[in-house]
């Protein structure tokens, strides 16, 4: 019986230090991404905004046309500290908070999409 009772008591304490020590297993919480989609269809333009709140990053994700001969669309960034057009792949930065506007170029049915880190 004493064995028993041994084995019971280990497995209490253990049980304790496991409730109520949790440890260090929190991820720790990165830079908040936003991604920005913006469309040219039939009824114009639509542009997509986010509000950044310092000096950022700004990458040109993707862009697509239903266009097969059109030329390739790109994404149009107006930010704190630039304003240009990138292509697939392109990076900008941001350099103070503000707002950040990314609108498409190209014609006929257009998608663009950003990333802001």
Known sequence: MKVQEAIFFALLVAAFFVLTF???????SGRMVTSLS???EKDG???NKAEIKGPVPI???????DGPKSPKPACKIAAPGFSGILTEGEKANA???GTVTLSCTGTGWV?????IN
Do not use: D, K
Not at 59 to 65: A, D, G, K
Not at 111 to 115: F, H, L, V, Y
């Open 22 to 28: 949790p440890g260090n297993a929190q991820r720790q």
């Open 38 to 40: 913006a469309s040219i």
């Open 45 to 47: 333009p639509h542009p």
């Open 59 to 65: 990458m040109c994700i993707s862009t697509i046309t």
């Open 95 to 97: 350099t103070e908070a």
């Open 111 to 115: 998608r663009c999409r950003a990333r």
